[in-house]
Every structure is written in C-alpha cells, then in structure tokens.
C-alpha cells in the first residue's frame, strides 16, 4: 500500500505570511498532483509534477517535486484569506493506475 | 477544463432505502471514473473504479453489493447505496478521466454528494 503523509495536518496563519506543506511517501510516483479542496465540494487540479527534481510556479504557489519523486512540498508566499482551504497531494505509484491521495493539510488564513 | 458534474448535490434519505448518485462527464468521453468517499475533515478514499462497459474494480473493504456502480456510457456513471445506514452518511465524490496513457490524463472531479442517512 503507498501512504502519502502530509504535514501539517492543520495551519492556521494570518494574512501576509508564507507556509510550506509537504507531501511524504516512502514509495516512488510516477507524477505528483496538488489539489484544493473547499468546504463542500470537490477538489480542483492545481498543479501536476512529473520528473524528479521539478519545480513549478503558479502565481503565489510554488510547487516541488523531490529528486527521487518520493515527496513533494507546496510553499505559499504572502497568504491570503483566499487561500483558506483543504490541501491534498495525490499520486500515481509505480503501476498503480489510480491515485492514492495524501492525508490532507486544512489551512485557514485569517485577516 | 473539463467539466464533471454529479446529481444530486444533497440527499437525506431514511434507513433502509436505496439512493442514487449520478456523475456525468459533461465536454468529454471519460474512459474511467472513479467512486470516492470522504467524511469529514479527512482525505479522500477511493472506493472504486469503473470502466465503461465492465464491472466496477472495488477498493479492499468497500461492499460491492452495498454500493453498486454502474458505467453504462462514457459520460455517467452511477453509485446506488442500497440499504442505506447512518453510517453511510458521508460526501461522495465522483470523477473521470479521458482515455489515452492513464498518467497522462488528468482527472477532473465532481462537486460531491453530501448524503445523509437518518
């Protein structure tokens, strides 16, 4: 069974700051996807990552891939409460054809 | 990006009834969908797979007999939660993805069920 551990599980920060999420496994994945997930519905696809190493910006998020593809981490510069938000990792393992999704970080951004 | 959408959005539901929960791939042909169970303040569990055409692929744990999956075209796809319990109070989450190299293809999920059981 792959596991993808996040950490932390829950982050409550004020506006302005920075914050780094990560996404840990002791198996190797093919690709990487973060999501977002609001209060009651579904997630939305924020960035998927594939070779080992990668590195990938999305406005404030800035998204890595570990060299040996077995961890990810998500850094949010300057949060906003726009950011507020359950944020899940997901990974496709080996030959695994599905995702295996991580435990989930909850952040919530005050003013 | 593509678009999934899942019907009904909320269900209350007394013990012992059956619901059904539709997901449609609404701008493209999805190949494979995907059953998830989420309660609150976790992740999501993958409870199935389904490919259009065949029986549905059951995670380890989750009754097939309870939780019947339909893929009867490659734009829907159904769970009935036959019997239902209070504990089979949860959102549930559908979504799809294309055909082509499965790594490749990106899956686009639905808004969620929230069903509750009384």
């Known amino acids: 069974t792959q596991l993808l551990e996040q950490s932390p599980q829950f982050l409550s920060i004020q506006e302005g700051e920075n914050l780094t999420v990560y996404c840990n496994s002791s198996s190797v994945f093919s690709s990487l996807q973060w999501y977002r997930q609001e209060p009651g519905e579904g997630p939305v696809l924020l960035v998927t990552v594939v070779t080992g190493g990668e590195v990938k910006k999305l406005k404030r998020l800035t998204f890595q891939f570990g060299d040996a593809r077995k961890d990810s981490s998500l850094h949010i510069t300057a949060a906003q409460p726009g950011d507020t938000g359950l944020y899940l990792c997901a990974g496709y393992g080996g030959t695994a054809s599905k995702l295996t999704f991580g435990t989930g970080t909850r952040l919530q951004v005050t003013l | 990006g593509a678009v999934v959408s899942q019907h009904p959005s909320r269900v209350i539901c007394k013990s012992g009834t059956s619901v059904k929960i539709e997901c449609r791939s609404l701008?493209?042909?999805?190949?494979?969908m995907f059953w998830y169970r989420q309660f609150p303040k976790q992740s999501l569990m993958l409870m199935a797979t389904?490919?259009?055409?065949?029986?549905?692929?059951?995670e380890q744990g989750v009754e097939k007999d309870k939780f019947l999956i339909n893929h009867a075209s490659l734009t829907l796809s159904t769970l009935t939660v036959t019997s239902a319990h209070p504990e089979d109070s949860s959102f549930y989450i559908c979504?799809?993805?294309?055909?082509?190299?499965?790594?490749?293809?990106?899956?686009?999920f639905g808004p969620g069920t929230r069903l509750l059981v009384l």
């Open positions: 701008d493209f042909q999805a190949t494979t």
């Open positions: 979504s799809a993805r294309a055909g082509g190299l499965w790594y490749q293809e990106t899956q686009y």
């Open positions: 389904s490919n259009e055409g065949s029986k549905a692929t059951y």
